[in-house]
């Protein structure tokens, strides 16, 4: 039996698509014999008050695990700040203790799987450590760093990036293996390393989550997730305006930096055909979803965030609901060919609300792209099946 090390900032009970990712990629190793562990930190995200609230916690399985198999780092630093320089100073706590931990640690473990963003947790697994440590280490990566900061526009790196991409190339050569989540990564990655193996593992879903709910009686559009630094809440903010005019019901569970702001937007609006819902753990929210027609997803205009797969737009397809976005790349491509949505790269507001009142004017289509989801799920979004993938990966 082979025991492995994950190393993420993000885990259970957290909501997000991150933390979702890791509590299935443990349970599934557990389930196939390996034996786990996992270095993370306490539950914050998007903040930390929130799991205080009971209904986070709704998996006895993991809250049945030892605490030694669960290893939450004590940090003195806020990991959810909006000012850039606060987080800063969490990231760098958390590479230090990361990197500590892994050096003191490895002997124990056959393997090490750590995933980015952030990417302070593999620059703390796989820089100044010993070759026995970054040969037996598996590089996830599920965003472009130093890219998507860069994009952010939120603090400039410019003169910094030389040395970052010494150090992301730095990073891909020194990992044994690299899973992305995305098939759009690897040519960007393949230009600092070559001859390295890779595994696409997308975000997906288990057989028990499809809770499916019946759809409303009214066509509805759905948006959940994160507001944070990459959407465009500004955008979303005039989707609900148009929808609200046309009086096509809008429901909208958010979390993140921006979140506030949109319920704020939406309070003062008094829209009669838009609403905000609270958070809800993972299950509850996919079944949220699927009482819906259609799912929205919108990042902000950047060639990086353009070329991402949000875990909404994963969400919402295997929960059976085509997905209106303005991704480009892979995501465009996955979209189109199996026919589960409009997609238009860098959309506008007005051509956005244009796809989803096609869907609704266009019964055929909605139903027709509605049961082309069961497809996708099968094929590429189950975690039963990509599991098996990930282990022959790492064997």
């Given at each position: ?93 958390f590479m230090l203790k990361v990197h500590y931990f892994v050096k003191h640690t490895e002997k124990y473990f056959d393997l090490i799987y750590v995933t980015s ?42 003169v910094l990036m030389p040395m970052l991409r010494l150090m992301e190339k730095r990073m891909y050569r020194n990992a044994k293996k690299i899973v992305v989540n ?81 319920r704020r937007f939406v309070d003062e609006q008094q829209f009669e055909y838009v609403n905000v819902f609270e958070t809800l753990p993972k299950s509850e929210c ?110």
């Open positions: 039996m082979k025991s492995i090390l994950l190393i993420s900032q993000n885990f259970y009970p957290e909501i997000g698509s991150a933390a979702n990712r890791m509590k299935n990629i443990f349970n599934h190793l557990v389930d196939h014999g390996y034996d786990v562990y996992i270095l993370t930190t306490q539950p914050s995200y998007p903040n930390e008050k929130m799991y205080k609230d009971e209904k986070y916690w709704n998996d006895e399985r993991l809250n049945n695990v030892p605490d030694n198999r669960v290893i939450r780092l004590a940090m003195r630093h806020e990991k959810q700040k909006k000012s850039m320089s606060s987080r800063l100073y969490y990231y760098i706590e963003p952030n990417i302070f947790a593999p620059w703390g697994t796989l820089f100044l450590q010993r070759d026995i440590t970054t040969n037996k280490t598996i590089l996830e990566i599920r965003d472009l760093w130093p890219d998507s900061v860069s994009a952010l526009d939120k603090m400039n790196i410019d995305n098939m759009s990564f690897i040519p960007h990655i393949q230009k600092y390393v070559k001859n390295k193996d890779f595994l696409f593992l997308p975000n997906a879903i288990n057989d028990e989550e499809l809770n499916l709910r019946p759809k409303k009686a009214a066509f509805s559009v759905v948006y959940t997730g994160n507001l944070g630094f990459a959407q465009d809440n500004k955008q979303l903010e005039e989707i609900a305006v148009a929808l609200n005019k046309n009086k096509i019901p809008f429901n909208a569970i958010v979390y993140g930096i921006h979140a506030n702001d949109f996919l079944s949220f979803t699927s009482e819906h027609h259609v799912a929205l997803s919108i990042l902000k205009q950047s060639e990086v965030f353009m070329n991402v797969l949000p875990g909404k737009v994963i969400d919402a397809l295997c929960m059976e609901v085509p997905v209106v976005t303005n991704l480009g790349g892979f995501t465009q491509a996955l979209i189109q060919d199996y026919e589960v949505g409009s997609n238009i790269e860098s959309a506008s507001t007005e051509e956005l609300v244009e796809a989803i009142l096609t869907y609704k004017d266009d019964p055929f289509m909605l139903r027709r792209h509605t049961e082309n989801t069961k497809k996708i799920r099968s094929e590429i979004f189950r975690w039963e099946t990509n599991i098996h993938k990930l282990m022959d990966f790492i064997s």
